[in-house]
C-alpha cells in the first residue's frame, strides 16, 4: 500500500532534541489527521486538517506542533519530548465530501522512543 | 458522543475455524461502519465497510452486516488462515460539524495458530 507514506518508519530521540515526522498522501484526498497509539490506550486522534485548515485539536500537549503546508503533506514537529511520548504515530488521510462519510487510509506509521 | 464496543480479547483459534468478533455502536445518526485490519509492525488498513443499515461489507472472506434494530455489525470469517492473525478495529464515521471523524473502538487480537 502505497497510498499514503510515512516517514521515518524508526525514530529515536532523547528528550531535548527537536524532530519532524512526515506524511505524504497520494490518493488526491482533501483531509489529513495525526493519531497516537500506544499499548495502553486505545488510538488516539491528535488532529484533524481539512482543506489545509486545521479543524481539530484533541487536546494535545505543545510539545507536538502540526503543520500542513498542501493538501498532500502533513508534517508533526516534536520538541521536548516525554517517555510517555513513545509510541506509533499514524497519518491518515481521506476525502471529505460532506454528510456521507469516507474511510481513511493510513499510512505504515512512525514508530518513535524518547529515550 | 458516539461510541464504539468490541469485544475484548485476544481471540484463539485454531486455523479453519469460524470467526467472530463482536462489535456495537452508539451513534446519534446513522453513521458508515468500518472494519480496518492492523498487523504487525504496519498500520490500519480498510478490510471492509457498510454505509446504511442492512449494508453487508465483505472482502478476503470477512463480512459483516450493519444492523440498525441490534446497533452491530459483527465480524466473521467461515475459515480462517494463520495469516489473518493480527488485531481487528471496529470503527464508526461521525460528522463532526465540518468534517468528518473516525470513532475506534479498542481493537481485538486474533491469533490464529496451525
Known amino acids: 500500500e502505497t497510498g499514503v507514506t510515512q516517514t521515518p518508519r524508526h525514530l529515536v530521540m532523547g528528550m531535548t532534541n527537536k524532530k519532524s515526522l512526515k506524511c505524504e498522501q497520494h490518493?488526491?484526498?482533501?483531509?489529513m489527521y495525526w493519531y497516537k497509539q500506544s499499548a495502553k490506550k486505545p488510538l488516539e486522534l491528535m488532529f484533524v486538517?481539512?482543506?489545509?485548515?486545521?479543524?481539530e485539536n484533541n487536546s494535545v500537549p505543545s510539545r507536538f506542533s502540526p503543520e500542513c503546508p498542501n493538501s498532500s503533506h502533513l508534517f508533526l514537529h516534536l520538541h521536548t519530548l516525554q517517555p510517555e511520548d513513545s509510541a506509533l504515530y499514524l497519518c491518515?488521510?481521506?476525502?471529505?465530501?460532506?454528510?456521507?462519510?469516507?474511510?481513511?487510509?493510513f499510512g505504515p506509521g512512525t514508530r518513535l522512543t524518547v529515550t | 458522543g458516539d461510541s464504539v464496543t468490541q469485544m475484548e480479547g485476544p481471540v484463539t483459534l485454531s486455523e479453519e475455524a469460524f470467526l467472530t468478533i463482536n462489535c456495537t455502536y452508539t451513534?446519534?445518526?446513522?453513521?458508515?461502519l468500518f472494519w480496518y485490519v492492523q498487523y504487525p509492525g504496519e498500520g490500519l488498513q480498510l478490510l471492509l465497510k457498510?454505509?446504511?443499515?442492512?449494508d453487508k461489507g465483505s472482502n478476503k472472506g470477512f463480512e459483516a452486516t450493519y444492523r440498525k434494530e441490534t446497533t452491530s455489525f459483527h465480524l466473521e470469517k467461515g475459515s480462517v488462515q494463520v495469516s489473518d492473525s493480527a488485531v481487528y478495529f471496529c470503527?464508526?464515521?461521525?460528522?463532526?460539524?465540518?468534517?468528518?471523524?473516525?470513532?475506534f473502538g479498542a481493537g481485538t487480537r486474533l491469533a490464529v495458530h496451525p
Open positions: 491518515a488521510s481521506s476525502q471529505d465530501g460532506g454528510t456521507s462519510g469516507y474511510e481513511q487510509y
Open positions: 490518493l488526491g484526498h482533501n483531509a
Open positions: 486538517y481539512s482543506l489545509e485548515e486545521r479543524v
Open positions: 451513534a446519534t445518526g446513522y453513521p458508515s
Open positions: 457498510a454505509t446504511k443499515a442492512d
Open positions: 470503527a464508526l464515521n461521525e460528522w463532526a460539524g465540518g468534517y468528518n471523524k473516525l470513532i
